[in-house]
């Protein structure tokens, strides 16, 4: 039951990750007009529609933490959790920015509790990381997998 | 050699090591009252922050109003509110020849136009935003702030140029277009913690001329238009700022202005100092919910760790009876007790003041949005000093509620403990 812990803990950021952008602290609901004179999403929307996919990603990798063998699979992924919270956090930032207006939702609310969800994944998965592998013998790991 | 020092080192019985083996013996009564300190802890930081942000949001509005009096068509006192607090933008529209009638009455000290425009939202991810045209030569209101950012005197400011506020995303030198014409950014002002912060100004002379020439059509198909068209353009204004004379009173002028101009010109005013008024209320009732509410945290805290210290040094008098006996001084024990409730605080107050930081201080813009209360984030050492009264608050909990169960085991009768129960 132990082990299951960070895997749950995973599981409720990634969903957290996922339905933030769109429930808890919504992004812009507003559309523009183009000139064509059809409608289209603000920028922040497209950011809500990757950080749901990393939310999911996240969430499917603490199921298979809850039920990964302790010395197999759970180092890496640890990592690729951690890999997934990076790309949280820089996805409102770097990757797809949300809107600049500084009194806009996504701007004011959205991106500061992505950032917080991100980070506390990322600490997560790097706290799974450094206990999943023993310090003192950095590939002990990948060692008594061999026969 | 080394060895043997670590080991020794490791068995010290110092009150520290003492103190963190008993939190850590118990890790479910460690934690709730490391909780209960963090609950205190973040409610007051939360009250001290949300009080210093509201009070120096009250002032920055306070100090830029200018005007005792702002006359508005009739209906539009609340939106002439909403886009002096929290910059939603408005448009309505009166006569000008207003204004001179106004400076005729012998209480009146000045009176100057403001006409208000909202922008379209044209480009992706913007959103609309409220231009303020204003009188350079007669304004009282806005332009002393305004000059304060201004490299050049406020009359010299073109009619192609514009100052906006903090939180538009627009550098000094750069262009910005509205309703198609391109404005250059003269100056970006500081936080103001009002609706100004969200707005952008203009000459009256340009907001006319933006009213007049710039895309009339589409202004006209979004029922944007002043008045009765682009001719009004001229002889239209949104509000009249008036300053009252030192001596006359406010309320009389507003009275006898209502007297003569309510229903010829369909008015209504707004007096400055009720606004203000009613905002304090609100910031005082809002800090003093706030600040109850820490306090009976507070009060539950201290009771709860005051019952539990009493409780565990009823448990533990013959721990503390052999301690006694393997040398340790009354004075020892109590020290034990005491650093044991430091460290509880000491986490208690980390938690709670790290929790705040997170949650309070990047979502506070979007809570004062969502209740239309002026706000103006506080400066570092301003944020550090509440930081710091809130740390000690929360440290001095813990060892004030264990304080009793401390002095009570320097009379501690070691004897008689050590037989106890048998």
């Known amino acids: 039951m132990k082990q299951k812990i960070p895997g749950l803990a995973f599981i409720v950021l990634g969903l957290l990750l996922a339905a933030l952008p769109f429930w808890i602290l919504p992004v812009c609901d507003q559309s523009v007009a183009t000139a064509a004179g059809g409608q289209m999403p603000m920028r922040c929307h497209w950011t809500a529609r990757a950080e749901l996919g990393l939310g999911l990603l996240v969430a499917f990798g603490g199921l298979l933490y809850c039920v990964a063998p302790e010395k197999g699979l759970r180092p890496g992924l640890a990592i690729m959790q951690a890999g997934a919270a990076c790309l949280a956090f820089l996805m409102p930032e770097l990757f797809i920015p949300v809107c600049d207006g500084a009194r806009m939702p996504c701007h004011i609310g959205t991106q500061h509790g992505l950032r917080i969800v991100s980070l506390l994944t990322l600490f997560l998965a790097l706290g799974c990381t450094f206990s999943d592998i023993p310090l003192r013998h950095p590939l002990s790991w990948t060692r008594q997998r061999k026969p | ?36 300190v963090a609950l205190f802890a973040f409610a007051l930081c939360a009250a001290a922050l949300v009080n210093a942000w509201l009070k120096s949001g ?28 929290r910059g939603e933008p408005s448009q309505f529209y009166t006569k000008v020849e207003l204004v001179d009638k106004i400076r005729g009455h012998a209480f009146v000290a000045a009176a100057s136009p403001q006409l208000f425009l909202t922008s379209l939202s044209a480009g992706c ?12 030569a007669t304004d009282f209101s806005v332009g002393p702030w305004l000059r304060s950012r201004l490299d050049k005197p ?33 100056a970006r002002m500081d936080r103001s913690g009002m609706g100004f912060d969200s707005s952008v100004f203009m000459t009256l002379e340009a907001a006319r001329l933006l ?11 979004e029922g944007l238009m002043p008045l009765g068209g682009a001719d009004d353009a001229d002889a239209a204004i949104s509000s009249v700022l008036i300053k009252v004379k030192d001596g006359s009173s406010v ?67 013959r721990e503390m009876a052999i301690l006694r006996l393997l040398g340790a001084t009354r ?74 169960s401390a002095l009570s085991l320097t009379r501690l009768d070691t004897y008689q403990s050590l037989r106890e129960g048998e």
């Open chain 2, 1 to 36: 050699m080394d060895q043997a020092k670590e080991t020794v080192k490791a068995r010290a019985l110092t009150p520290l090591a003492l103190a963190w083996a008993t939190l850590r013996r118990r890790p479910a009564r460690s934690g709730s009252l490391c909780l209960l």
């Open chain 2, 58 to 85: 009250l002032s920055g509005l306070s100090g830029r109003m200018g005007a005792d009096i702002l006359i508005v068509p009739y209906g539009y006192e609340k939106k002439l509110e909403g886009a002096l607090l």
């Open chain 2, 125 to 136: 991810c913007s959103v609309k935003v409220q231009l303020v045209g204003f009188d350079p």
């Open chain 2, 154 to 186: 406020l009359g010299q400011l073109g009619t192609d140029e514009i100052v906006v506020g903090a939180l538009i995303t627009a550098k000094p030198g750069e262009s910005i277009r509205f309703f198609g014409k391109p404005f250059t950014v003269a």
């Open chain 2, 211 to 221: 009213t007049k020439e710039a895309l009339f059509a589409e202004l006209a198909a």
């Open chain 2, 251 to 317: 309320k009389e002028a507003a009275n006898e202005l209502m007297r003569l101009y309510a229903i010829p010109y369909n008015l209504d005013m707004l007096v400055a100092a009720d606004m203000l008024s009613a905002i304090s209320s609100s910031i005082k009732n809002l800090s003093l919910l706030l600040f109850g509410l820490a306090c009976g945290l507070w009060g539950i805290a201290l009771l709860a760790l005051f019952v539990v210290f009493s409780a565990g040094q009823a448990e533990r008098r």
């Open chain 2, 331 to 404: 004075k020892r024990l109590a020290l034990i007790t005491l650093t044991e409730a430091l460290l509880i605080s000491l986490a208690g107050a980390a938690g709670g003041l790290g929790a705040a930081g997170l949650l309070l201080l990047p979502f506070a813009p979007l809570l004062f949005q969502t209740l239309g209360l002026p706000y103006l984030p506080l400066s570092c050492g301003q944020a550090l000093a509440v930081g710091i009264t809130v740390a000690l608050l929360a440290l001095l909990t813990g060892p004030l509620a264990a304080s009793w």
